[in-house]
Nanobody, 114 residues
Framework: VQLVESGGGLVQPGGSLRLSCVFS????????MGWYRQDSWKQREQVAL???????TYADSVKGRFTISRDNAKNTVDLQMNNLKPEDTAVYYC?????????WGQGTQVTVSS
């Protein structure tokens, strides 16, 4: 399984970014997908999850601002991030869970700063 993230960058507070993760290597439709983030020395934290049947859950810190979605025809999972705050600055990672095995992408940097 391979996961490749894209879409990170530098954005001002209040701005938006859309992250995308392309999945390959096996049947995407059976994978539960998620976005996580890690800032420097902090522990990696869960941002948003979307199950194989499309049920989404969010961390309290991003509810109402971030939206996770998946396209099983394109093997992608996206994270739309609106009203970004400086505390959203982190490396964002895509994760796929297949049964009990987790696969991670290489990460994409998001920096929110004026």
């Amino acid at each position: 399984v391979q996961l490749v993230e894209s879409g990170g960058g530098l954005v001002q507070p209040g701005g938006s970014l859309r992250l995308s993760c392309v999945f390959s290597g096996t049947d995407f439709s059976i994978a539960d997908m998620g976005w996580y983030r890690q800032d420097s020395w902090k522990q990696r934290e869960q941002v948003a999850l979307i199950s194989r049947i499309g049920l989404a859950t969010y961390a309290d810190s991003v509810k109402g601002r971030f939206t996770i979605s998946r396209d099983n025809a394109k093997n992608t999972v996206d994270l739309q991030m609106n009203n970004l705050k400086p505390e959203d600055t982190a490396v964002y990672y895509c994760k796929a869970r297949l049964v009990v095995i987790d696969y991670w992408g290489q990460g994409t940097q998001v920096t929110v700063s004026s």
